[in-house]
């Protein structure tokens, strides 16, 4: 009898998966017999076929996959109610702080729905200004996009940098900024590199060509050169690389009386050396300031030979020290570690203005040169600052503060009383004084404090059927302050509640909290992203059942892992352009550098580490949650692979009958720089799956 019912069982397992995947008519997925072995442990990989981006085996599958998604989505009667509405909440002038340079402001600007920001130039900080450079100019449907602009210190010539569906390689051009017309130079092949001005020429980083696919290729052996305007790219001379160590990427910095040349060298996302070199004594060689990767050091500026710099060697949460080329590891500290995040220092008016992370909150301090502080700078309330413009010898500032509930605006800073006014306001239609956003703490698994801000209508009636759309990131030693995304204003109005945790990994507290978020400690994150679910339906927030989880890129993993540790958790799941496959992200484009967050599946105690929770190696046949994975054909950062095998695994598994879903969109790549139109077609189709699926709608 025992053996009749559990065959039983099994049967109408078996029947009500091949129920699901007839119910969505999900391609027909082809498995191959790969085995990898690693350290004696053999490791199945039946849906390697899809890390080949050129095949048309995967290219057909794509189409098919995109093919069942839409036919989905268009059956939800208000998807287009959705997107009318996102399109009128997006609908609002933006702009940019402006800043100085030469004679001249500069700053962008969009008027609501242009695909690309514009940059301007403008005689005053009340100008209205002139188009400089218009993006929309450079394709017919948005996908070209600025990434990274630069502007000479006398103010006459423009570098910008393009990349074409959101591809992180870039092509860099050059702009007279008096006749607005394009300079003839062209650098190619550019890559993780800044636009760095010597004279009438530019310091920056590339690669070589590639000899396979563009878009996957493991990338190596980082340069840089410096380009002379006029001259071809072939002529640009090698200023510094490394042959034995192909996997080290290298930045560059002048000071600003071009005098001083800082080269960084990481191997990971985290630490780096550092050396400088005078570009006016002959002959000078460079001179080593930090000669490991155990900390992360940031040239903030100079005054003549004093060098300030921020450092978290024996600070994990950052301080500022002074050194002069004379004794270039000796350190003076100018201001100490404290309790809270040393995030960013600027000069300005021969002070230094401190950013400051309290809580995950920004705190803005004025010290005299010495490190004595002089004025604690008023911001309003929770809020994130988003950009501080300043030069040690103006008598001003600007800066932008952006909040969970409304967006970003600007203000002039005088520097003379340290006294601000607002100067841009975006006139939104999202009536930012009806919500509110609280910071609560809560206990993670192992008792750790973890902060999340919560963000609602003033007056919603708060119970186990409040939607909850849950956003997280943890790692990078990346922090989540408050900002302002439109489409979440959607689900607020909705009468959602839209939570975002400060998972450990992330730099909210510092290089410990960052640390304890990483490789074998991983967990940690995962663990703290769940006990905030938990948390939220303990506390009658919510329910389970109107949860959404949703991450980006190392959120995505997130997603992904609590996707298939805590499937009950959520009634939706959006991993979206996530790094799902931990054995392997290592093998493409610049996969490499991230080992030294999550490890690498080479060492043998990082390789268990990884197993255990790699989203894609634990997948099983149990129920999952409705789940949309996004992605983009054109991400040369986290190769869509992860997302297509993440996909196949879950649609050959899943025995729920709830959908599994992937959304590939088409030149589009990691998020940087996506055009208006594609974002608000993704942000509809993504809050359309919510809403349906959530019972938001109906």
């Known amino acids: 009898m025992y053996r009749f019912l559990v065959l039983t069982s099994v049967v109408s397992l078996f029947f009500h998966s091949l129920i699901a995947q007839n119910k969505y008519n999900y391609p027909v997925i082809e498995k191959d017999h790969i085995t990898d072995t690693y350290f004696g442990y053999p490791v199945e990989d039946p849906f390697r076929w899809l890390e080949d981006d050129r095949s048309d085996r995967t290219e057909q599958w794509v189409k098919q996959e995109n093919i069942v998604t839409e036919k989905y989505l268009s059956r939800i009667n208000f998807r287009v109610k959705i997107k009318k509405r996102l399109t009128e909440l997006w609908n609002f002038n933006k702009q940019s702080a402006p800043f100085k340079k030469g004679n001249s402001f500069f700053c962008y600007k969009n008027d609501g729905l242009q695909n690309q920001s514009v940059l301007y130039i403008q005689k005053t900080i009340e100008d209205s200004g002139e188009i400089l450079l218009d993006p929309n100019s450079l394709s017919t449907d948005g996908t070209v996009s ?34 607005k017309k394009d300079l003839p130079d062209v650098i190619k092949w550019v890559k993780f590199s800044g636009m760095s001005w010597r004279g009438n020429g530019i310091y920056y980083s590339r690669y070589d060509e590639p000899t396979g696919s563009a878009l996957s290729q493991k990338n190596q052996f980082h340069k840089v050169y410096f380009h002379q305007l006029g001259t071809k790219q072939e002529k640009d001379v090698l200023v510094f690389e490394d042959k034995n160590n192909p996997n080290y990427n290298f930045g560059t910095h002048v000071t600003d009386d071009e005098n001083y040349l800082f080269i960084s060298t990481s191997q990971s996302t985290s630490g780096d050396k550092l050396a400088v070199k005078d570009l006016v004594t002959p ?30 060697n024996a600070a994990p949460k950052y301080k500022l020290v002074s050194f002069t080329l004379d004794a270039p590891t000796k350190f003076k500290t100018i201001l100490p570690e404290s309790t809270n995040l040393l995030e960013g220092v600027r000069l300005c008016n021969n002070k230094l203005v401190a950013n400051y992370l309290q809580d995950a909150c920004s705190k803005l301090s004025c010290y005299a040169l010495n490190g004595k502080l002089e004025k604690d700078i008023q911001l309003p309330g929770i809020c994130k600052l988003s950009a501080f413009n300043s030069d040690k010898t103006y008598n001003f500032a600007t800066y932008s503060i952006v909040q969970y509930t409304g ?44 902060p999340m801000f919560i963000t609602h209508k003033k007056d919603l009636v708060i119970n186990e059927q409040t939607p909850c759309f849950v956003f997280g990131y943890g790692g990078f030693n990346i922090s989540l302050s408050p900002e302002f995304r439109i489409d979440r204003a959607l689900f607020l109005e909705a009468g959602g509640i839209y939570c975002v945790p400060n998972l450990r990994g992330g730099g909210e507290y510092g290089e410990e909290w960052h640390k304890a978020g990483t490789k074998c400690q991983k967990q940690n994150v995962f663990d703290d992203f769940i006990a905030a679910c938990d948390y939220l339906v303990a506390n009658k927030y919510t329910s389970y059942k109107k949860i959404a989880i949703h991450g980006r890129s190392n959120g995505g993993l997130l997603i992904g892992v609590v996707l298939t540790q805590r499937p009950d958790i959520c009634k939706v799941a959006l991993p979206t352009v996530g790094v799902l496959d931990m054995l392997r992200f290592h093998l493409f484009t610049i996969g490499r550098a991230w080992t030294g967050d999550y490890g690498c599946s080479e060492s043998k105690e990082e390789f268990m580490c990884l197993l255990k929770y790699s989203p894609l190696h634990n997948v099983k046949e149990i129920d999952y949650p409705a789940t949309l994975i996004l992605t983009g054909d054109h991400d040369d950062r986290v190769v869509p692979a992860h997302s297509f095998k993440f996909a196949a695994a879950l649609q050959d598994k899943n025995k729920s009958d709830h959908p599994m879903l992937i959304r590939v969109d088409v030149n589009a790549g990691h998020g940087a720089g996506k055009p208006t139109t594609k974002q608000i077609d993704e942000f509809a189709d993504m809050w359309s799956f919510v809403f349906y699926n959530l019972e938001i709608y109906r």
């Open 407 to 450: 967006p970003e605006q600007s203000y002039f800073l005088d520097a003379t009383n340290w006294t601000s006014k607002i100067i841009f306001k975006p006139n939104c239609k999202f009536d930012s004084d009806k919500y509110i956003t609280e910071q609560i703490f809560y206990p993670s698994k192992d008792g750790t404090k973890v």
């Open 146 to 179: 600025l990434s990274g602009t630069s502007i000479s210190k006398n103010g006459k010539t423009l570098a910008y940098g393009i990349s074409k569906a959101g591809s992180d390689w870039v092509e860099i051009h050059f702009k007279d900024i008096a006749t």
């Open 283 to 312: 002959r000078a060689k460079f001179v080593t300031i930090a000669d490991n990767f155990d900390f992360e050091n940031e040239i903030v500026d100079n005054i003549g030979k004093t060098f300030y710099m921020r450092t978290n």
